[in-house]
């Protein structure tokens, strides 16, 4: 699995949500404790953009868009709830000193 730094690790305030543009789109990336999450930055309902009309709930690691109600898990990416009844595409994630780096291909795999 090939990886791209997308950014510093301290330009994602803890339990907040940040997009980075991509060669493959646009990535939303979150982080809780010594975690990161990184998903395709697009409601699947209607195409709203996760990181700027989200809610991301740090205790259940899900986000909900703010335009129709969809809450989805950021790990899996699966709908939880809400309209939205496709899966938005999640990508492996790491730290890697101080740095975010995620994978380019969607998946769901542990590093």
């Known amino acids: 699995m090939e990886f791209v730094r997308v950014g510093a690790l301290g330009e994602i305030p803890e339990g907040e949500v940040r997009a980075f543009d991509t060669a493959w789109g646009r990535v939303a990336v979150t982080h809780v404790e010594a975690r990161v999450f990184a998903f395709a930055d697009e ?8 990181s700027e009309a989200g809610t991301f709930d ?3 690691a899900t986000i909900e868009c703010r335009c129709h109600g969809s809450v989805f898990d950021v790990e899996r990416g699966e709908p939880l709830d809400g309209p ?4 938005v595409a999640v990508f492996p994630a790491r730290i890697v000193d101080g740095w975010v780096e995620v994978g380019t291909a969607p998946g769901s795999l542990e590093v």
């Open 43 to 50: 409601c699947t309902h209607q195409g709203c953009s996760l």
């Open 58 to 60: 740090d205790r259940a």
């Open 84 to 87: 939205a009844e496709d899966p």
